[in-house]
C-alpha cells in the first residue's frame, strides 16, 4: 500500500456561495481521499487532503477548476504530517 501524504491547501478568489465546498467534498470522495474543506473569513476556501500522492496531486489540479460558478484565482498548497485525526472519508467544516 503506498503511504499517504497530507496537504493543505488555500484556494482564493469567487470560492464562496458558490458550492465549492460540496463540490470539493464531491471530488475528493470521488478520489477517495480523506479530510475537510472549509470557508475561511476573508473569503478564501481552506482544505487538507490525505491520501496516496497521485490521487492528492489530481485532487489540487481539480480545484483550478472548481464548480461552474465559482473563478478560481489561486491555490496555494503546502505538505504536512499525516494527522492523526484526519479519520475517514471527507467532510464540510463549518
Do not use: C, Y
Not at 7 to 23: D, H, K, Y
Not at 62 to 90: I, K, Q
Amino acid at each position: 500500500m503506498t503511504r499517504p501524504i497530507a496537504i493543505e491547501a488555500r484556494v482564493r478568489g469567487r470560492v464562496q456561495g458558490v458550492a465549492f465546498r460540496a463540490w470539493t467534498q464531491a471530488q475528493a470522495d470521488k478520489l477517495d481521499l480523506r479530510g475537510w474543506v472549509t470557508n475561511n473569513g476573508d473569503g478564501s476556501v481552506s482544505a487538507l487532503f490525505v491520501g496516496p500522492k497521485a490521487r492528492v496531486d489530481e485532487m489540487i489540479a481539480r480545484l483550478w477548476g472548481g464548480p461552474g460558478a465559482a473563478a478560481v484565482a489561486d491555490v496555494a498548497t503546502h505538505e504536512v504530517a499525516v494527522p492523526a485525526e484526519a479519520g475517514d472519508g471527507f467532510r464540510i467544516v463549518r
